[in-house]
């Protein structure tokens, strides 16, 4: 992010950096290297606002068998047992909300769908 911010000139601060470490956790350090010298070198979309989006778009240009997470509606959150996918990097809600979970050896959280939750409200017994 270091390198990041002093190409585009955007300071990027402790929360950014620590999102952009969840979001992007599984690639390797030189391949985020490579593909951050390849976005901001590519004509076509090295001056939009660098995402973590563009990084992988990059690794995946640069070697097409490399697999990614599932797409955004296309499974199951490998973290939170039920919730779908919703994001382009294999999360779900639960994971926007709740990036503790993320981290190594973290236990996460059992959350009751809001379907569930809503079938008790109200009651009593």
Known sequence: MTIASTLDGIRRDADTVRAWQLVLNDVAYQAGLDALRNHFADPNHGTEFLKP?????????????????????????????????????????????????????????????????????GRTA
């Open 53 to 121: 989006a563009h990084i992988t778009a990059q690794i995946v240009a640069a070697a097409p068998s490399v697999q990614l997470p599932p797409r955004a509606g296309t499974g199951e959150c490998t973290v939170h047992a039920g919730y779908p996918v919703i994001t382009a990097d294999g999360r779900c809600d639960q994971c926007r909300r709740h990036p503790e979970d993320l981290l190594p050896d973290a236990a996460p959280v059992e959350y009751v769908h809001f379907d569930a939750a809503a079938m008790t409200a």
